[in-house]
């Protein structure tokens, strides 16, 4: 119930717009805010879908508070102070947190016959109402400040808010099924049988697992060459079309933009953090960054305690319930906080390009409705400190600026990046949000949007991040992404005919050859490496079984594929602009070898800890250069 020392003006209706003074008036008139200010932010809100006062705010020229007053003034409604109210349960759980949330308002308690809702943004009053029609019908609005809002619900709704972060994406898609007493039996029973089968037939099992091998790394080496292929042949810069008309589309109202940084452990990266996105040049009043990290995460919190946030960058604290922390729960969790229309997702040790949020709201504006996703190019900003950083830059350059952007012009499915990803809201929400239990949560949506009918496109904006470049946090962050491969796969291959009919015979091909080839080719890659005893002169253990001519063949083949993954390296270097980093193209062959690794990892915390999140630990190296290359 509402504090009894609370008293209640007369009732009165927010005042019609022809009877307001402005808002502005009303500032300049309070010396909340000089003329020169209220002149700007004039002049910005002819560009931008925002209120004036949080515009004033967001540019740092009139403070929350006096806004606030003013804005009380100019509607006629009574301020209320939320911070010392008791939640009162009945009214508030007649609608869900999300609700309320979204409107950014509380039902605080009855005046006479009238529900009295404390509101945020008296803007938006009618919709409300019209959303209350049947749970209340009779309603009166007073004005509270939207963070006191905000902290209210969320002290309220934390559990509810909390599990349903954990369990947003309908079971049928989820894999959050794996929590099964049982689970180890069947991979241990098979463990068992091919050991027995290996006892009887050592050579024949043998041989299988190498014709296994070289399929699996078939479908993926098809599927790099199809996409190498599309880039050769088309003329448009890498991951965009032409525009229409050959000229910059310059757009008329920029879109709000909610960008979420999920951050753990993070005890060295906050303030390069902090300073990298000040340099964004996307209107303030357009943009808000969540800091998102969980509720225990001292480490975190306390490295933040250090900084001064600008008012666009707020801090979401995930509450913990059960034994559940990942990722994608706690974006689950900070997706009901935002206001945006576009919901985006940076890592912790990210370096977004300074324009890169007016690239996407332009792309937006020019694409099909059923472009709900935009990837941008992921690259590293110390791609020198060593030999692994090299190979890792152009891994991701191979892959982000060559063969993805491929796929995407063929219409094939795009298994997400994990970070510099961009989603219409609407679509996002109809799907769930991320699968809170699976490790590789960008893949699976990747795959998710295209079974719901959306689509992703490339788009050539550059973020870059930290590569890692110490061998065992490079295996145990690739073990995550191959065990989340595992995961999506068996998720969605739960009913192979209903994702065929979803997705389409291409897509259907094109899934099954970059999730089966891409861990496949790790698992069997023992057997692969097999056939270099030919070229020494050795005997390969299947020569009793195959005919020369076919293990020569084989091995001539696997030659080809190094050869064409050197070839894509190469012109990966020169497309992002490190044509130095060509030079180690041809040591690539050297650097994959630790994937073998990796995927026995993945492959036993598959069946022994599915949802454990192997964190990458971020903060070892510097950007270098400060200022990165620019993509193409």
């Not at 991979?187 to 049988?193: H, I, N």
């Amino acid at each position: 119930m509402p504090d009894e020392s609370v008293v209640f003006r007369d009732p009165q209706p927010l005042h019609p717009p022809q009877l307001r003074r402005r808002l502005g008036r009303h500032l300049v008139d309070a010396r909340a805010i000089r003329d020169t200010d209220l002149l700007r932010a004039l002049v910005l809100q002819r560009h931008q879908d925002a209120p004036l006062g949080h515009i004033l705010i967001s540019q740092g020229w009139a403070d929350p508070d006096q806004v606030l007053e003013a804005l009380s003034q100019q509607q006629g409604l009574q301020r209320v102070d939320l911070s010392d109210i008791t939640a009162d349960s009945r009214l508030l759980n007649r609608k869900p947190a999300q609700f309320w949330l979204k409107h950014r308002a509380v039902p605080w308690t009855y005046s006479g016959s009238q529900l009295v809702v404390a509101i945020a943004h008296p803007e938006h009053f009618e919709t409300l109402k019209t959303a209350l029609r049947g749970s209340f019908d009779s309603i009166r609005p007073v004005l509270a400040a939207e963070d006191q809002v905000t902290a209210f619900l969320t002290a309220h709704f934390r559990k509810e808010l909390a599990l349903a972060a954990s369990t947003r994406v309908p079971l049928q898609d989820s894999s959050r099924h794996w929590h099964t007493s049982n689970r180890p039996l069947r991979p241990l029973m098979l463990l068992v049988a091919l050991a027995g089968l290996t006892g009887f037939a050592p050579r024949l099992v043998f041989t299988g697992f190498c014709a296994l091998s070289v399929i699996a790394l078939s479908l993926f080496v098809g599927l790099k060459l199809i996409g190498f292929a599309s880039h050769l042949a088309r003329a448009a810069p890498v991951g965009q079309p032409p525009l229409a008309g050959g000229a910059p589309h310059k757009i008329r109202r920029l879109p709000r933009i909610s960008m979420l940084v999920p951050l753990f452990h993070e005890s060295e990266v906050s303030k390069a953090l902090l300073r990298r996105l000040q340099r964004l040049t996307y209107p303030r009043s357009l943009l808000e960054v969540f800091l998102v990290l969980e509720e225990h995460d001292e480490i975190t919190r306390n490295a933040l305690a250090k900084v001064t946030l600008p008012r666009w960058v707020k801090i979401v604290e995930v509450p913990k319930f059960g034994s559940l922390t990942t990722k994608p729960r706690a974006m689950n969790y900070a997706l009901d906080f935002c206001h945006g229309d576009i919901i985006g997702v940076w890592d912790a040790e990210d370096a977004p390009a300074r324009g890169q949020l007016e690239q996407v709201a332009r792309r937006f504006e020019q694409v099909d409705a059923d472009v709900a996703c935009l990837q941008g190019v992921l690259d590293f900003y110390n791609p020198r400190s060593n030999w692994l950083s090299r190979c890792f830059t152009l891994e991701y350059a191979s892959w982000f600026r060559i063969v993805l952007p491929g796929l995407a012009h063929l219409g094939l499915v795009i298994p997400l990046g994990g970070t510099t990803l961009f989603v219409r809201r609407d679509a996002l929400e109809k799907l769930g949000g991320w699968d809170a239990h699976n490790v590789t949560e960008d893949a699976d949506l990747g795959v998710r949007l295209y079974r719901a009918g959306y689509r992703t496109e490339m788009i050539a904006t550059a973020t870059h991040e930290e590569a890692n470049c110490r061998p065992w946090p490079w295996i145990r962050q690739r073990s995550r992404w191959l065990k989340g491969f595992m995961v999506t796969y068996l998720v969605h291959m739960r009913r192979p005919r209903v994702l065929l009919t979803q997705l389409g015979w291409k897509r259907f091909l094109g899934f099954q050859a970059f999730f089966l080839g891409s861990v496949g080719q790790f698992l069997l890659a023992p057997f692969l490496w097999s056939f270099w005893l030919i070229l020494l002169g050795l005997p390969h253990p299947s020569a009793a079984l195959l005919p020369a001519g076919l293990l020569i063949g084989t091995t001539l083949m696997l030659i080809v594929f190094e050869l064409l993954g050197i070839c894509i390296a190469i012109m990966a270097a020169f497309a992002s602009n490190r044509r130095s980093l060509a030079l180690w193209a041809p040591t690539m062959m050297l650097y994959f070898p630790l994937g073998a690794v990796a995927a026995y990892k993945a492959l036993h915390e598959l069946i022994w800890h599915p949802f454990f999140w192997d964190k990458t630990e971020h903060g070892h190296r510097s950007a270098e250069p400060e200022t990165p290359p620019p993509a193409p």
